[in-house]
Every structure is written in structure tokens, then in C-alpha cells.
């Protein structure tokens, strides 16, 4: 295999990789009538199987009243005004009431690149864009409160914002039920926090014990995503995630949620998702809690266009409290965006595959390794786009020798390309006994027609995780470069960084022996700069300034091995 076939299977895998991807989009489109097939489960039925706490006075197996978004099609009316409380800390700005967070804004992430762009909203209130994360209470012996109703301000403060010298902010609600049963509900913000702290109080100052289990959960209709390749979001995973110890991270699409078969998993520790491009939510309950998670879809889609309603819970472990007594549970809601160092300071396992570099294992770690030498470049630089350029340099610097050992054997073919010609010109159509020939040449003269092929099969997979690294870090989401390039995770909006990819492999091909090679192929190749710059000019610049830059460097390396190891070398006469 010389340099040129080379090149032509790297391009088919790059085709054949877009094709596949938008084949899978296709592929996964929702039916128009999305319809569970499934045996009913508790999911469906209105019944929760109960999750055993240790306690040895709590019931071996009992039957639960289900959460409300599951026995019923979900409402979602419009909160009161006199229980909404608004929280504004240095990066959420919140809306919530005891039983639901109805509204969050990412303040350090405008919506577009344009100045005075409004805050990303990832929760919200509005029916054709709902998302909420919403917690509550069943209990089968008496009253309890739902994420619907119950809880209600425990203060007469209904804003809260953080001020100098205060870290953090505790907004308290309360519910009183019958016969005693008071649950205190606490969210804590912090300063520079995605987290929300949500610990509720359970005291009973009646005569009787009273049983209850909460519910977490994840209620949304999927976002509009633009697809195609000029929009990375159409790329991203969009639905629900979770972890458990003993199954590890899985996730399903919201088209699949009814055709891949109810969940109903029992975990212990674990955490919920819903997961989109750049930003998530999740519930993270303590970890040695013992949980539920189900998924449902509570308002299906319709044929009419009207847009079903996802949801994933996490129901946890009968809470027992005795008459005079009380009991704590509490949980982290996430609800922000995926930022590699701040999840990783949740210490919670799994949490990190929030950032979905890729569905396969190996790529995901390949990719999690290039994020990590971004980000050391990124503190030397303080610049995304010149630390993209110094993990070409550093990429080079690993694969030198290989690159060495290539562009020196392709300065000899070069060299040695009049010998070949003329060995095509002696043996005419009698292709075998011209490539016996051309073979003996090559071992006569110590080339390796192959040595091209290694360094290029070795970064196909860098590029392949780049991609993915570039689409999903939210770090790098608006980064701008230099000059025109002011989102590095936008296609060059001038063309510059593909025209300049098309100046380079042409220059390159010029350079590059072609032994051998027939006309069909030589006009293939003539073809190839321009196929590949119509294709880059859709790709995120920062991926196409880095296979510029890794071009450019090589183009350089290739001149100079082929002046050094070409042009003095002395080649006998046929």
C-alpha cells in the first residue's frame, strides 16, 4: 500500500463515518405515534414495588400509593405567586416552590455569541419547552406531600440572593399534615455551585408511626435540535442517563424509552439524569441509599405533532419515624453545565460520563485523555484554539519517529519514481509481473511501500476523539481564537481554515510520490483537496485549524525530509 492509497482509505472512513452518523440519526427518528408495548409495570400501573429500608421495623414488601406523574398524566400548572420563591446566586437564577424547581438560568452562559444574548435556560415552565426537576413524598399510612402541592414558604421572604460575605443561601418550606406529621424541605445554594442541596426533615409530634418513601425525579419535553452537519448540537446525546454500581453508566434516547422495555431497577447509591448537548440535570441521592429508578413517559407523543413528555425517578427507601421522633434524607440536584473538574469534585462514581465523549468505552477514555492535555495547554495559553494548536505540536513530537521513518521512505519513492515508470512502461498491461518488479525494487533499494500508512491509521482515532471532544466540552462552547474565528465550536463562518486545508493537501499531493499509480486514480486524487474542503468547511473550526495546523507541520517535515533524503541520493540508470 503506498502514500496514495493511504489517503484514499482514510478519506473513505471519514465519508463513511459522517454517513453513518446521519444514518443513525435517520434511523432513530421517533415514530409518529409513540405507544408502549410492554407487559404493564409498576411504571404504568400505579403502583410502586417498595423499597425496604434497614430499619427492622419497616414492612418486608408493601404496596405504594404511586408519584402523581406516574398514576396520572402529569398537570403542571403555573405555580402561585404567593409559594414561587426566586434565588439568585453568582451563576443560577432560580424559581422553585417546595415541591419543584421550575425555572433555572445559566448565568455565565449567554444563548448565542451575540453581546446582551440572553442566559441559558435549562429548566423550564413553559409547556412547549418543560423541564423540571421536581421531588416529593408517597407514604402508605396517612397524608403526604407531592411535588404538585403541600409544601409551602416556611418565611416571608420570597427573594433570596447572594451577598457580600455570604457563601450560601438555605431556602426552607414546610409542610403539616394530619396527626402530627411536619416535613421541613431545605434547598441550600452555594457560591459558584451547580449543586443544590435538598434535605428534608421528617418529624413526628404525633401518636402514631408514620411511613413514607421521596421521590426524585426528571420531568421534560425533549428540546428542538437542529440537525445536520452545521449544527454539533444534532450530534450530542439527548435523554436520560443513570448509573448504578452494578450495571454501571447506561442511557436511553427519548424516542426509545417505550420501545426498549420499562425500567425498573434497584440501586444502591447511584444518581438520575437528563442529559443534552453541553448541560445537564441530575439527582444524586447519598450513596448508600437504597433506590428505585423507572422511567415512564407520562403524555405520549402524539401523530398530531404534539411533542411527549419524558420522565425518570429515583424513588427512595421507606422512612420509618416513631411517634416523637425524627428522620433526615437528603439529595444533590446538578443543574448546570458539564464541566470536566466541577463534576469530578462531586466525587460521585460515574458522574463524569455526564460528558459524553463517546457511546464506545475506548474512544470515551481517548477522548477524556486529549480533553485533559487540552486543558494543561489551556493554562499555559489561556486560549483554546492556540492549545489546540499545541496538541498538534505535542502529537507530532509522540509520532516523529514514525513520521521520520514515512517521509523518508516516500523521498526515496519519490527519487526512485523515474525507475518505476519506466518498469510500468516495460512491462506494459502485465500488472503482476509489474508489481513483482516494482516490490523487488523497493526490497533492493530498502523502501517500505507501507510506511506511510501507520502514522495516518494512528491519528485517525485522535481525530475521531477530537471531534467528540470539541462537540460535547462545554469549555470550549463560543471559545473564540483569533480574528474571524470567535467560536471555535462553529464552522469557519469565511471559509478561511478549509480553503487554507485545501492549499495544504494540495501542496501536499504535489509532493508525494505516486509509483505506480493509473490515471483513474491520479484524477481521484486530483479531486481530493476539494472533496475534503467542501466537507471541512461544515466541521467545528477548532477541529478543522487542527488538521490545518497538523497538515501545515507535516507539509514542512515532508519538504524537508524529501530535499535531505532525495535529492542526493544517487539512483543507478535502469
Excluded at 414558604?153 to 427573594?159: E, G, I, K, Y
Excluded at 450530534?235 to 420501545?259: I, L, M, T, V
Excluded at 429515583?314 to 458539564?338: C, D, F, I, N, Y
Aim: proline letters at 8%; a positive charge.
Amino acid at each position: 500500500m503506498n502514500q496514495t492509497r493511504t489517503l484514499l482509505i482514510f478519506a473513505w472512513l471519514m465519508v463513511a463515518t459522517l454517513l453513518w452518523m446521519e444514518w443513525g440519526k435517520e434511523r432513530a427518528a421517533p415514530p409518529p405515534v409513540a405507544t408502549a408495548t410492554s407487559a404493564p409495570s409498576a411504571a404504568t400501573t400505579g403502583t410502586v414495588p417498595a423499597v425496604v429500608d434497614t430499619d427492622p421495623a419497616a414492612p418486608a414488601a408493601a404496596t405504594i400509593p404511586a408519584p402523581p406523574a406516574i398514576a396520572n398524566a402529569p398537570s403542571t400548572p403555573a405555580p402561585d405567586g404567593a409559594t414561587v420563591v426566586s434565588v439568585d446566586t453568582d451563576v443560577l437564577r432560580v424559581k422553585l416552590d417546595g415541591g419543584a424547581i421550575h425555572s433555572a438560568e445559566l448565568l455565565r452562559y449567554p444563548q448565542t455569541t451575540q453581546a446582551g444574548s440572553p442566559p441559558v435556560r435549562l429548566f423550564d415552565d413553559a409547556p412547549a419547552r418543560l423541564f423540571q426537576a421536581q421531588s416529593g413524598w408517597v407514604s402508605s399510612s396517612g397524608a403526604a406531600p407531592s411535588h404538585e402541592s403541600g409544601f409551602v414558604p416556611a418565611s416571608n421572604n420570597r427573594q433570596f440572593a447572594l451577598g457580600r460575605g455570604i457563601d450560601t443561601i438555605a431556602v426552607p418550606f414546610l409542610w403539616q399534615g394530619p396527626n402530627g406529621i411536619t416535613i421541613r424541605r431545605t434547598y441550600t445554594f452555594g457560591r459558584g455551585d451547580y449543586t443544590v442541596q435538598v434535605r428534608d426533615q421528617v418529624i413526628n409530634a404525633g401518636t402514631a408511626p408514620w411511613q413514607g418513601y421521596v421521590y426524585r425525579q426528571l420531568l421534560r419535553v425533549p428540546p428542538v435540535v437542529k440537525t445536520g452537519m452545521t449544527h454539533p448540537e444534532g450530534y450530542s446525546f439527548h435523554g436520560a442517563a443513570w448509573y448504578s454500581p452494578q450495571d454501571k453508566f447506561e442511557k436511553r434516547k427519548f424516542e426509545d424509552f417505550s420501545e426498549d422495555g420499562a425500567l425498573e431497577k434497584a440501586v444502591a447509591g447511584g444518581w438520575i439524569a437528563m442529559l443534552q448537548h453541553h448541560f445537564f440535570a441530575a439527582w444524586i441521592p447519598e450513596s448508600d441509599a437504597r433506590s428505585t429508578f423507572s422511567l415512564a413517559t407520562p403524555s405520549p407523543a402524539t401523530s398530531q405533532g404534539i411533542a411527549g413528555q419524558y420522565l425518570i425517578r429515583e424513588l427512595g427507601p421507606a422512612v420509618s419515624v416513631a411517634p416523637g421522633t425524627t428522620a433526615t434524607t437528603q439529595a444533590r440536584l446538578w443543574v448546570g453545565p458539564k464541566l470536566v473538574k466541577r463534576i469530578e469534585s462531586q466525587a460521585v462514581p460515574g458522574l463524569d460520563r455526564a460528558v459524553d465523549f463517546s457511546s464506545y468505552s475506548l474512544m470515551a477514555a481517548l477522548g477524556n485523555a486529549l480533553f485533559w492535555l487540552l486543558e494543561k495547554l489551556h493554562r499555559l495559553f489561556s486560549n483554546w484554539g492556540w492549545s489546540i494548536i499545541g496538541l498538534v505540536v505535542v502529537i507530532k513530537l509522540a509520532l516523529y519517529p514514525l513520521s521520520a521513518a514515512q517521509y523518508k521512505s516516500m523521498a526515496r519513492m519519490r527519487r526512485f519514481q523515474p525507475r518505476i515508470e519506466q518498469l510500468k512502461q516495460r512491462y506494459g498491461e502485465d500488472k503482476q509481473k509489474f508489481q513483482m518488479a516494482m516490490m523487488e525494487l523497493y526490497k533492493k533499494e530498502k523502501i517500505n511501500p507501507v510506511g506511510g500508512c501507520l502514522p495516518i491509521l494512528l491519528q485517525m482515532p485522535v481525530f475521531l476523539a477530537l471531534y467528540w471532544v470539541l462537540l460535547e466540552s462545554v469549555e470550549l462552547r463560543h471559545a473564540p481564537w483569533l480574528g474571524w474565528i470567535q467560536n471555535l465550536t462553529a464552522p469557519d463562518p469565511y471559509f478561511i481554515l478549509p480553503a487554507l486545508n485545501m492549499a495544504v493537501m494540495w501542496a501536499t499531493q504535489k509532493l508525494s510520490p505516486t509509483p505506480g499509480m493509473d490515471p483513474m486514480q491520479k484524477k481521484m486524487m486530483q479531486i481530493m483537496p476539494l472533496v475534503f474542503g467542501v466537507m471541512f468547511a461544515f466541521f467545528p473550526s477548532g477541529l478543522v485549524l487542527y488538521w490545518v495546523t497538523n497538515g501545515a507541520l507535516g507539509l514542512l517535515q515532508q519538504w524537508w525530509m524529501t530535499k535531505r533524503h532525495g535529492d542526493d541520493m544517487q539512483v543507478a540508470k535502469a
